[in-house]
Structure formats: structure tokens, C-alpha cells
């Protein structure tokens, strides 16, 4: 190799080293996105308004929300995997993005661990199996003893073919060896409209999307599906207490970033999510709304991650769920 190439060659690896602690300390120096690959007003786009004032603050920088729902959260999941990995654009969702479609659909334009970086889970989200209160299901013993009289008679609201509710529903009814027949919406608010007007008898659905209905009377709380019982519903049985602890399922909410975002990038965002979510404020915000506020880092993300694909794509052949 001639001299004048190993010089010039020397000089570019000596500017890059002096650059990269540079760009690290100068991280972030220009406004953060979170997308939200769902509408205004759901659980995940509180969550993530709850964070945005914390981690501005944290940051140094503004941290702006936008909503980009559509197609079950493609869209917005599919832009976050595609944008450039430079820690400014973060991906804000649950098990619908992470696990749910990458187990059911195939062609997916993203993959949950190969197109990100996982960051945290930052919120559970407890599931409730809820009825109407002037409805004919008093308690899930009594729910069970109808479905068994009358396969396939008693129906549950779900989100849609294939979504988390859907699912949830499927696993329920394996676990008890029942059949019940899925109805779909469009989201959350329409199963507990149907619930609400006896267009079905049950759902599985979010604590957070039925906990002010549930404090009002005009839903009931039939079984908890995590794996210990809810503070906002202590009297209130998990399914495992029922017989069922098979049934157990648990939502949430989590951050990723495009993949290849550098490190110094990832655990500057980590270390501010990480203090932002012992906020005593963000607390309250999320625990009113009926979420529970954790931190998982990223090895346990991912190891959940894992064990839900896996899950799910075994519930969705013993149920024969197929997303096109």
C-alpha cells in the first residue's frame, strides 16, 4: 500500500474516533418523536403524553407525539422501522405490533426484533373479563356452566380477527374447554358499546378501557386474567384462582427504536425512560387510568417478546386464525 493511501487512511479513522465521543455528548440536538401507531385518546397514546413532558425535560430537547394508526398499527410501525437510526425517531405500542401480527400475518413489512431495537416496557396493562351488570352472566363459574350447555351460543367482542382480544378470547375458551363465538370491531370502545347495548355477552378487554364503567355499575368484573389480582379490583378473582391458569394473559406497552440506532443513542433514551417512568406523576397518571407503570429493559422485552410469538402462533392453529 502506498504511504500517501495509509496516511489518508489514518486521518479518516482518526477524524471518525474524534467524532463519535462528540456525537454521543451531542445527543439529542434536535426534537425526539414518539409515533403512536394508534388514534388520539387510547392507552397507548396517554402513555406515551404521560412520558413526553418528563423526557423533554430529561432530554434537553422537545418530544413531540404522533398518531399514525391505520392497518392493525402497520403503518406506524412500519414507518419507526424505516426511518433513519439515529435515536429522534421512536416506536410507542403494545402486543398488537410487537407479537400479535408478527405471529398471525404473513409478509409482515417489519419485524419486531430483526427492524428494531427493543428499549423498555414501560406499562402492563391488566385484562379483565367484564359482563354487562344487568346481564345474565353473574361470574365466570356461571359463564362456563351456559357455554357448556350451549356450544358456541355465547359470544365475546373482540377487536378484530387476529387481534390480542381475539386471541385472549381463544385462549380462554381452550383453557376451559368451551366454545365461544368471537364477534369483531373496530376497537375498544365499540366492544364496550356492544356489551353495553346486549350485542354480546362478554369481553376480554383492558382495564383501563373498562375501569370507570366497572366503578359506575354498568359493567362487571368477572375474572382478572394476569397472574395476581388488580389493586383498583381487589375483590375480584385472576383466572388462575377460577381453575384456569392457563388463561393467564397480561397487555402492555413498550418503546423500540429503528434498528441500528447507535448505543450511546439507546442508553441515553433508556436512562431517560428509566427515570421518567419513576416520576411520581407519570405514576399516577398511568395507575389512575388503570395501567400498571413498569421498567423492563431490553433482554426481558425481548425474552416476552419471544414467548408470545410462540404462544400465539400455537393459539391461532388451535383456534385456525389466519390473517391474510
Known sequence: ?????????????????????????????KPVRIVVPFGPGGANDMVARALAEPLAADLGQAVVVENRSGASTIIGASAVARAEPDGYTLLLSGSSTYTVLPALKQGLPYDPVESFDLLAVVADLPMVLVAREQGNVASTPVLLQQARSAPGKLTYGTYGVGSVTHLMGEIFAIAAKVDLTPVPYRGSSQVVTALLGSEVDVAPETLAATLARIQSGDLRPLAVFGQERVAQLPDVPTVAELGLPDATFGGWI????PKGTPAAARDRLAAALQRAMASERVRQVLVQAGMLPVFLPEAPFRARVDHEIAAFRKVARQANIVLE
Do not use: Y
Not at 479518516?12 to 451531542?26: R, T, W
Open 254 to 257: 413498550a418503546l423500540a427504536l
Open 1 to 29: 500500500m502506498k504511504m500517501w493511501t495509509r496516511a489518508w487512511l489514518a486521518a479518516c479513522c482518526g477524524v471518525a474516533l474524534a467524532q463519535a465521543p462528540a456525537i454521543a455528548q451531542d445527543f439529542p440536538n
